[in-house]
C-alpha cells in the first residue's frame, strides 16, 4: 500500500470549502486513493475515492493531479460536523476494503 | 439496513485475563476486519476474515486471535492481556463492490 502524509491539522471556517491535501507519491498505477474520516469517538467513516479522475459525491469532491502523486479532498460547505480526522489511504480495491492502512491522518477543525 | 454493531461497547479487565470481543456485520457482508486503535500507533489492521476463514492478518502477537461464524459474525479474543492492550477496538465489514462499514468499536481499558 502506498504510503501517504497529509498535513497534521487544519482549521476551516463554517461554510467555506475545506481543501485537505494529500501526498501519495509513491502509489502504484493500480492503487486507488481512498478517503474516510473519523468523528470523535466513532469509528472512520468512507467519503469517496478515485483512481485517475476526479469523483463527486454527495459528501465530498475528489481531485487527484495528472500525475497521481497528490490530492485534494474537497468538502465544499464546510459545517461544524466535519470537524474530524480525515485518512487518506492508498488502496488496490475499487471498494471491499478488507485491509486498510491508515496513516496519522489530517485533524480538521470548523470554526464557526 | 443496520449497520455494523459491536459489543459490548465497554469493558474494563484486569491483566492476565481474557477478554472476548463481538461483531456483526451489515446483512450480506462477508468479510469482517478488526483494528486496533490507540493514541500512541494510530488505526492498525489486526486481521480480516472472509467466509470462516482468516485471509489477512497485521503485525500483532498470536494473544490476538479471531473467528467468523457461518452467519458471518466475528469474534476477536485477546488473551493474557497486558496494559498497553488498552484500545479502541473496531470491527469493519465489507463486500465487493461496497466501501468498509466501520462499528462504532469496543473500548478496552485493562488495569
Known amino acids: 500500500d502506498a504510503k501517504t502524509t497529509q498535513p497534521t491539522s487544519m482549521d476551516c471556517a463554517e461554510g467555506r470549502a475545506a481543501n485537505l491535501p494529500c501526498n501519495h507519491s509513491t502509489i502504484s498505477g493500480n492503487e486507488y486513493v481512498y478517503w474516510y474520516r473519523q468523528i470523535h469517538s466513532q469509528g472512520p467513516q468512507y467519503i469517496i475515492h478515485?483512481?485517475?479522475n476526479n469523483e463527486t459525491n454527495e459528501m465530498a469532491s475528489l481531485i487527484i493531479t495528472e500525475d497521481r502523486k497528490s490530492s485534494t479532498l474537497i468538502l465544499p460547505h464546510a459545517t461544524l460536523r466535519d470537524t474530524a480526522v480525515y485518512y487518506c489511504i492508498g488502496d488496490i480495491s475499487n471498494f471491499g476494503n478488507e485491509k486498510l492502512t491508515f496513516g496519522t491522518g489530517t485533524r480538521l477543525t470548523i470554526i464557526p | 439496513k443496520a449497520g455494523v454493531t459491536q459489543t459490548p461497547r465497554y469493558l474494563i479487565k484486569t491483566r492476565g485475563q481474557q477478554v472476548t470481543l463481538s461483531c456483526s456485520p451489515i446483512?450480506?457482508?462477508?468479510?469482517v476486519s478488526w483494528y486496533q486503535q490507540t493514541p500512541g500507533q494510530g488505526l492498525q489492521f489486526l486481521f480480516e476474515y472472509f467466509s470462516e476463514t482468516q485471509r489477512n492478518k497485521g503485525n500483532f502477537p498470536g494473544r490476538f486471535s479471531g473467528r467468523q461464524f457461518s452467519n458471518s459474525r466475528s469474534e476477536m479474543n485477546v488473551s493474557t492481556l497486558e496494559l498497553g492492550d488498552s484500545a479502541l477496538y473496531l470491527c469493519a465489514s465489507s463486500t465487493q463492490g461496497v466501501s468498509a462499514f466501520f462499528g462504532q468499536g469496543t473500548r478496552l481499558t485493562v488495569v
Open positions: 446483512s450480506g457482508h462477508r468479510s
Open positions: 478515485g483512481l485517475k
